[in-house]
Nanobody, 124 residues
Framework: QVQLVESGGGLVQAGGSLRLSCAASGRTFSSYTVGWFRQAPGKEREFVAAILRISGTTYYTESVKGRFTISRDSAKNTVFLQMNSLKPEDTAVYYC?????????????????WGQGTQVTVSS
């Protein structure tokens, strides 16, 4: 199975930046659609961004559009989420996930593999 290892979370002031990494073992990430989701305490897991397998097309939830960028480094078999202009409402545990779908990239139920999550806390 694909194993996903996340890193890069931490505490940052509002307006600051973080870069999250999701490194995969097993099959190359180019064979999978990779998504980032986040979950705050007591809330549903929320779609953040996705990069589609093969095509590399990217999608974002409206609240992060223009601030977050998802990218893939195929040589390192790693997907990144660059987060700029962070806001307190971005505070959550962030998860990366992988699946084989071309559609339904906004639905957590469509992903097959999940990372352990990394905490992002944005102070005001």
């Amino acid at each position: 199975q694909v194993q996903l290892v996340e890193s890069g979370g931490g505490l940052v002031q509002a307006g600051g930046s973080l870069r999250l990494s999701c490194a995969a073992s097993g099959r190359t990430f180019s064979s999978y659609t990779v998504g980032w989701f986040r979950q705050a305490p007591g809330k549903e897991r929320e779609f953040v961004a996705a990069i589609l397998r093969i095509s590399g097309t990217t999608y974002y939830t409206e609240s992060v559009k223009g601030r977050f960028t998802i990218s893939r480094d195929s040589a390192k078999n790693t997907v990144f989420l660059q987060m700029n202009s962070l806001k307190p409402e971005d505070t959550a545990v962030y998860y990366c996930a992988a699946g084989r779908q071309f559609v339904g990239w906004e639905l957590a139920s469509n992903y097959d593999y999940w990372g352990q999550g990394t905490q992002v806390t944005v102070s005001s």
